[in-house]
């Protein structure tokens, strides 16, 4: 706001920008200065907003998604115009496909440049370019109109199917100046953002008919579970029905890892012998092999298992998108769950009580489950020279179990793949990673936001492969002295370390990486703590000072360069794979 003894009281577009999002709660942007929003960063650091800049958009990217995970409120992202909006876009277009909440904020050129293509300064039509890529995408052009943009990309971000939405900003807006009365009556503050989507009784009472019909009944909680915030419903409605529960990745800790539902540790027992599944909150994507094929006792990988699927999603095209869904329960999750119990509760009371499932199957379940559990804690147990992935999880997995309130950040193929199986979790949300992608690159940017947000403890556990592409962010780390104690699983490549090149040529192979590099020196060269971990004794003594000091640490972990396997568990989806098949 400036003041002038001539004309009356200005604002700016700058002004209404920082305006709007702090009247709706967004106080903090994860973002990269430069032309035209360096002085926007500035004004925002001054106005009390916490501006969080990085290395590279795609890093603030992916912190301003998972911040809208975690909080349930759009996280912002701030780039510059053309390549830093590309560099943004990959972080916002996963977003959009995991239904996390953010809104990407873009400064853009010159429209009458851009479109006449007469070659401006960092030219694109970046709204054109991300109209598909994401939920919803607009451009504001007059100041006055900010208010208005920016409510409504809070509730295309938050409301519904929550996703990413873009809002591009061209460098003439901001310098626009206004009336400060009439700009402050031009904001909107957003009311009842995310409304609550209330199922209809007829669609909930079809979906528990179905369920109280199952013999070998199931649950399964996706990452829309843990998104939802109905944590006690939700455990509620398990403990109640007395149904087994598979977590998938993210909505791990929802209910502990140690519960005695859990049915994790009988994966591949109980999804081809259960009849009736309760989806709350998951898709039927590949994670759950589309629900049919030999992961659901299919004869043929396209066989239908026979299974029958209720299932509880914000997203009324969800249903049927796989297989067929014979009870979709939509609406909101917290309002679905909670109908599901009222229901039931009232059929307890008036003398008709949930029938718990069959003891034969639950026996069934933990028979599997005790022998998985018992073959497991064997490999944990064994102490190879140099670590394996095994040696080096039982570690963390104690870690987590001293420290349940810790984030957990990971990716990776192998090192995702073991640490989901091995690492229990025991809180809500806590545990984040590459989700419905598969994607690499998320690890910084999710282990910064996760800090900022939480205020506690992150450990990132990260295959050396993975941890590259946002490795440079632990300047950033350092920089804003976050407690976050990065893993980094080294096994000198992708997926390990040795292949070797088939024509004996200089190059190494496409897998194989420096052999024996130092990742924890990148972290001294910020100021941060940087070990070198060759035992699981060494490795459990420097996340335990990590997280006790919470200085900004890298623990270069050396795991055997042979333990891994190509993709992790995902190795069948290699096209020579599959040609085998
Ligand atoms: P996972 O990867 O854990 O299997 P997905 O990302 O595939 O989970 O699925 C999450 C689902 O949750 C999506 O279909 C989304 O529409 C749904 N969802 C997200 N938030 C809510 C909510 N608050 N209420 C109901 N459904 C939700
Ligand atoms: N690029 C992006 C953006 N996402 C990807 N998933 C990949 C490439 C392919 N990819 C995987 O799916 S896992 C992985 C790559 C490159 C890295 C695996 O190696 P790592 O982990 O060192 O991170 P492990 O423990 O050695 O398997």
């Not at 519904?160 to 873009?166: A, E, K, L, M, S």
């Not at 519960?259 to 009988?266: D, L, R, Y």
Request: proline share 6%; with cysteine.
């Amino acid at each position: 706001m400036t003041t002038d003894t001539q004309t009356p009281v200005q604002t700016d577009g700058f002004h209404l920008l920082i305006d709007a999002l702090k009247l709706n709660g967004l106080d903090t942007i994860y973002g990269l200065p430069g032309i035209p929003i360096t002085d926007l960063t500035r004004m925002a650091q001054a106005e009390g907003m916490r501006m969080i800049s990085f290395r590279h958009e795609q890093n603030a990217g992916n912190a301003a998604a998972i911040a809208g995970f975690l909080t349930q409120k759009p996280g912002i992202c701030l780039t510059v115009s053309a390549p830093g909006f590309l560099n943004g876009l990959n972080a916002l277009t996963n977003a959009t496909t995991n239904c996390f909440p953010m809104i990407l904020i873009s400064g853009s050129s010159e429209r009458e440049i851009v479109d006449l293509q007469q070659g401006d300064y960092e030219e694109m039509d970046q709204l054109a370019i991300a109209k598909p890529l994401c939920k919803a995408a607009f451009r504001v052009l007059n100041a006055e109109d900010i208010g208005v943009g920016v409510a409504r990309a809070i509730r295309a971000a938050v409301s519904g199917r929550p996703g990413g939405v873009y809002l591009d900003l061209p460098a003439k807006l901001f310098a626009q100046s206004m009336d400060a009365a009439a700009g402050k009556a031009s904001l909107i503050k957003v009311v009842d953002p995310a409304p609550r989507q209330i199922p209809a009784p007829d669609a909930v009472q079809r979906g528990l008919d179905l369920l109280k019909s199952a013999k070998r009944p199931l649950i399964i909680l996706g990452k829309g579970a843990a998104y939802a915030q109905a944590d006690a419903d939700i455990r509620a409605l398990v403990e109640k029905t007395g149904i087994p529960y598979l977590p998938m990745s993210m909505a791990k800790g929802l209910l502990p890892d140690t519960h005695p539902q859990s049915a994790a540790a009988a994966r591949s027992y109980v999804l081809p012998e259960a009849d009736v599944v309760l989806i709350i909150g998951a898709r039927l994507n590949w994670l759950l092999s589309h629900g049919k094929g030999k992961t659901w006792g299919g004869k043929s990988h396209k066989d239908w298992g026979g299974q029958k699927f209720v299932q509880i999603d914000i997203s009324p095209q969800e249903a049927d998108s796989n297989v067929r869904i014979d009870a979709p329960v939509v609406g909101d999750i917290g309002s679905c769950v909670a109908a599901m119990l009222n229901t039931i509760n009232a059929a307890g009371s008036s003398g008709t009580p949930w029938p718990k499932p069959s003891a034969d199957w639950l026996g069934a379940i933990d028979e599997r489950k005790s022998k998985n559990i018992a073959k497991m804690g064997e490999t944990l147990a064994k102490n190879p020279t140099p670590m394996n992935y095994h040696s080096a999880l039982n570690v963390m997995r104690d870690i987590i179990k001293t420290n349940p309130d810790a984030m957990l950040v990971n990716e990776g193929a192998n090192a995702l793949d073991f640490t989901r199986s091995i690492v229990d979790m025991y809180q809500p949300r806590k545990r984040i990673d590459v989700g419905t992608w598969g994607i690499m690159g998320i690890g910084m940017g999710f282990a910064v936001a996760a800090a900022v947000v939480s205020g506690g403890p992150v450990i990132a556990v990260e295959g050396d492969s993975a941890f590259g592409f946002s490795g440079m962010e632990v300047e950033t780390i350092c920089r804003y002295n976050l407690p976050v104690c990065v893993v980094v699983f080294n096994n000198n490549g992708v997926y390990k370390g040795t292949d070797v090149n088939p024509t004996g040529g200089p190059d190494v192979a496409p897998t194989v990486f420096v052999k024996g590099a130092r990742y924890d020196k990148m972290m001294e060269a910020f100021g941060g703590v940087g070990v070198h971990a060759t035992t699981p004794a060494e490795l459990r003594a420097a996340v335990e000072e990590a997280v006790r000091s919470r200085k900004p640490t890298l623990i270069n972990a050396v795991i055997d360069e042979t333990a891994g396997t190509e993709s992790g568990r995902i190795t069948s989806l290699n096209p020579t794979a599959a040609k085998k098949k």
